[in-house]
């Protein structure tokens, strides 16, 4: 009786860890191989990112979060990317450029953090890049060097 029982339970067993490895099988994720969590895609057009005042970056990135929240009377919007192929002082050049191009006013970068602050002001609008050159995540582009975290408020919801 107890070998009996004994080879029940042990039957039961096999066939439950059968059952995990078949859902593993048939394309369920787990989170230690990373597939649970949805990341951007492997190439992101520039095009597709507008930020304040529909400026859009003319460097190489990729998208790795998007988020925003009203702020009293208004938004404040954050984006996280990594900036890919260019080294931190190129990125924060680009940004100078591209953002005194959109008619931004910008300040000298400055040290903020673990990260370069750049700062543009353009018709009470104010815009913020941190340019991280050693960030302390693991970079999900193979090609990226860093991260930018872009923010600013406005009164758009987005």
């Known amino acids: 009786m107890r070998k009996t ?3 029940v339970t042990l039957l039961c067993l096999l066939a439950a860890g059968c059952d995990q490895k078949s859902s593993v099988d048939q ?3 787990s989170p230690i191989d990373g597939a649970a ?3 951007p895609a492997k190439s992101s057009s520039v095009k597709a990112l507008v930020l304040a005042d529909n400026y859009t970056p003319t460097f190489a990135l990729q998208v790795r979060s998007q ?3 009203a702020a009293g009377a208004k938004f404040r919007h954050v984006v996280i990317t990594e900036y890919l192929d260019m080294d931190a002082p190129e990125v924060i050049a680009t940004i100078q450029s591209d953002l005194a191009s959109h008619g931004f006013a910008v300040a000298a970068p400055v040290a903020h953090g673990d990260a370069t602050r750049l ?3 353009k ?4 815009f ?6 050693s960030p302390t995540v693991e970079l999900q582009a ?3 060097r860093g991260i930018v975290s872009f923010t600013w408020m406005d009164g758009d919801s987005r």
């Open 128 to 133: 913020f890049a941190d340019v991280h050159d």
């Open 142 to 144: 193979e090609n990226a």
């Open 123 to 126: 018709e009470g609008l104010q």
């Open 27 to 29: 394309g369920a994720s």
């Open 67 to 69: 988020r925003h929240e």
């Open 119 to 121: 700062v543009g002001k």
């Open 37 to 39: 969590t949805p990341g």
């Open 5 to 7: 029982i004994v080879s």
